[in-house]
């Protein structure tokens, strides 16, 4: 364990986020794990309100006024223990250690500045001292050259453009960038593509894939769109209300899912027409972000569901080729067959 | 726009229409005949028909409106009474005055209420914060001609610090300055409390927004951010509500003026009205209209141009 997380770029221990809202405290994620290895891909997936964009953003102490990090550690690189670092220690590892992109690329834009002086003011924000001409001459040039990168050839219209005057893949690109820019190990990349349409998704997966060959560079990449992380990721972490239910290879978990969740979330998707495919519909409600619950989270939804699952909450252990599934019924007991279950119900 | 613009022009000929109609109707009305007035009870007839005609009282109302307007294309908006010089020469010497005073008072406006509302911004709900809401808000409800009563009595009369009477000796620019000062604190000081509030406002709201969330996720500075990306961002709409606030802004300077005696449009109608001198007021009337028309053309551009973000902003977003 100790040996792993001297080699993860991230190491995210016992994270536990609340959010205030009007009185009342929401513990969105009670205590999550995540680690993620040198040049690896992680596909963080789960439902709309599971807490993936509060993980995203509390690696990099990013959470919204009323959101606060009240247990738990990230560790970058093996030694950077975000939640210790000072205001300017803190600002110097945002953008440098860890680059981030978001959903919305047009909202994510400063729409009163162009682009390409966006990227240069990012790149003179970890110069030292305050950069001259000459620095920010660099800088341009260097904006630029990866803007090209990014597959955008017309790069000095582009960097010379407002973020409107873009179209939204083009948008992306110029994130994207952005956060090369200055060369982060990590890319936290928030549902990068939920705004696009299918053929620039592809595109921009693509790059990424590309970029991640490339550079060596670690992605956390956060979706809800199972084709996705079939294409582009190593392992997947299926998030289900602020925890993570079921982790392991891609092939692994897909061809074999262990959690319950994760199978009815693959069940109704043919392996082969995973691309584009978004979660399916689960019928039941997920409980309360922040809710307290005694047992299992997915109780209310699972059909296999019984008396203990109700009364503890099940500890994450290694199932089958899974490195971490929090079932109570898993591994299956000898006697029983996914079969016989899926007739009983 | 063409369609926009003739609409515009339309109702300003309109505005100015019915502003010399009701003007012209006033001195209908009111009692005691203008020339009687100006020429005593014991005029000549003879006299009395000549100064009528003198000022075009001598045809009927719709008549006076149309062949005043009718000079007025020409240029000529009539002959002072008392000193027989063109009405339209007293005008330019006023006019000038006058807008510089609105300027002035919106020059200071910005330079004390945006920052304060900025500072305001840094710490919401601090002690600076909770003063400046406080202060803000009291020069919000303080009318500018209270606030110049006020300023005269304080400056002028008590520290006798500052000038509070004329417009200073002509060709000596810091007299000028020093006269300026206090007439444009009053016209600003409404101003500054609004400007305060609305960037405070603007600032906190832009602070939440996702691309503030993503210079701070590359680590660009705390200073960098406030004071480049979000005031910039925060600062568009305020310059969108000085066009709002110009007509307002010229309105009170014509108040503003008359307290503080300084030479400009408001002396000017004010002292004509007193000595009766009707083609002047006719005149100030007629300017006063066509300034303030401007100014709300003005605003309505302005707010177009917000407008034209938000919608983009809109359809943008749904693609
Ligand atoms: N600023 C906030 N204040 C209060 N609750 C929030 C806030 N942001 C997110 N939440 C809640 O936290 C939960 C997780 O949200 P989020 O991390 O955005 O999920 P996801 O990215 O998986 O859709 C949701 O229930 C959401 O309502
Ligand atoms: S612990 Fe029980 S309720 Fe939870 S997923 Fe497993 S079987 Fe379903
Ligand atoms: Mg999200």
Redesign the pocket.
């Known amino acids: 364990m100790s040996a792993r997380a001297d080699e993860a770029v991230l190491s995210v221990e016992g994270l536990e986020v609340e959010?205030?809202?009007s009185g009342a405290t929401?513990r969105?994620l009670p205590g999550v794990d995540l680690t993620l290895e040198k040049a690896e891909v992680l596909g963080l997936v789960?439902?709309?309100?599971?807490?993936?964009?509060?993980?995203?953003?509390a690696i990099l102490r990013l959470?919204?006024p009323?959101?606060a990090i009240v247990g738990g550690r990230v560790v970058l690189a093996g030694d950077i223990e975000v939640s210790r670092l000072g205001t300017e220690a803190l600002r110097q590892v945002r953008g440098t250690e860890v680059g981030m992109i978001f959903q919305d690329p047009l909202t994510c834009l400063n729409p009163t500045f162009r682009v390409g002086s966006q990227m240069v003011d990012v790149q003179a924000a970890h110069a030292g001292r305050r950069p001259g001409r000459n620095e920010r001459r660099l800088y341009r040039r260097r904006a630029l050259d990866l803007l090209a990168q990014v597959g955008l050839p017309d790069a000095s219209h582009v960097a010379a453009a407002y973020p409107h005057q873009l179209s939204g893949g083009m948008r992306q690109r110029v994130m994207i960038a952005m956060a090369l820019s200055l060369d982060p190990k990590l890319l936290i990349a928030?549902?990068p593509t939920s705004a696009l349409d299918v053929t620039l998704e592809a595109q921009i997966i693509e790059l990424l894939a590309q970029l991640r060959e490339s550079r060596h560079m670690s992605i956390l990449f956060?979706t809800?769109d199972l084709g996705v992380v079939s294409q582009i990721c190593d392992r997947v972490a299926v998030?289900y209300a602020?925890q993570i239910v079921e982790e392991g290879r891609v092939g692994d978990v897909f061809a074999e899912p262990q959690h319950p969740y994760t199978e009815a979330l693959l069940e109704a998707v043919p392996s082969r027409a995973l691309r584009g495919r978004r979660l399916a519909v689960i019928p039941g409600q997920v409980v309360?972000?922040?809710s307290m619950v005694t047992g299992c989270r997915f109780a209310n939804r699972c059909r296999e569901a019984q008396e203990i699952c109700r009364s503890s909450e099940p500890p994450p252990v290694r199932v089958g080729k899974s490195e971490s599934v929090r079932c109570h019924l898993r591994p299956r007991s000898p006697g029983a067959r996914a079969d016989d279950e899926v007739a009983v119900h | 726009m063409t369609r926009y613009l003739v609409r515009r022009t339309i109702t300003a000929a309109l505005v100015v229409l019915i502003v010399m109609t009701f003007l012209a109707l006033v001195v209908h009305v009111i009692p005691g005949n203008i020339v009687t007035t100006l020429l005593g009870a014991h005029a000549s007839p003879a006299l009395i028909r000549q100064a009528n005609a003198q000022m075009g009282l001598d045809h009927s109302i719709p008549m006076q409106v149309v062949l005043f307007i009718g000079h007025a294309f020409e240029g000529n908006l009539g002959t002072d009474w008392v000193t027989h010089r063109p009405v339209t020469s007293l005008i330019f010497t006023a006019l000038p005055e006058t807008v510089v005073l609105a300027f002035s008072g919106m020059f200071l406006a910005v330079l004390i209420g945006l920052p304060l509302g900025v500072i305001a911004a840094v710490r919401p709900g601090g002690l600076l914060d909770k003063t400046i809401g406080v202060v803000s808000v009291s020069l919000i409800t303080m009318p500018s001609y209270v606030s110049g009563l006020l300023l005269i009595l304080i400056f002028g009369v008590k520290l006798r610090l500052l000038p509070v009477i004329g417009s200073g000796t002509p060709g000596n620019p810091i007299d000028d300055l020093a006269h300026l000062v206090l007439p444009a604190v009053a016209l600003a000081i409404a101003w500054i409390g609004y400007l305060a509030r609305l960037t405070r406002s603007n600032m906190l709201e832009v602070l939440t927004a996702n691309y503030v969330r993503t210079v701070r996720a590359f680590g660009v500075r705390k200073g960098k951010i406030f004071y480049k990306y979000a005031l910039r961002n925060a600062a568009a709409p305020v310059v969108a509500v000085l066009g709002v606030g110009l007509g307002n802004l010229l309105g009170g300077a014509i108040f503003i003026e008359v307290i503080f005696s300084r030479p400009g449009l408001g002396t000017l109608l004010y002292s004509s009205i007193e000595t009766r001198n009707y083609p002047v007021v006719q005149g100030c009337v007629l300017v006063i209209a066509l300034m303030l028309i401007c100014a709300n053309f003005l605003a309505d551009i302005s707010y177009r141009l917000i407008d034209r973000r938000i919608q983009f902003g809109r359809t943008a977003a749904a693609t």
């Open positions: 959010y205030r809202t929401h969105v789960g439902e709309s309100g599971s807490g993936k964009s509060t993980l995203a953003a959470l919204p009323n959101g928030d549902e956060v809800h998030m602020g309360a972000a922040g």
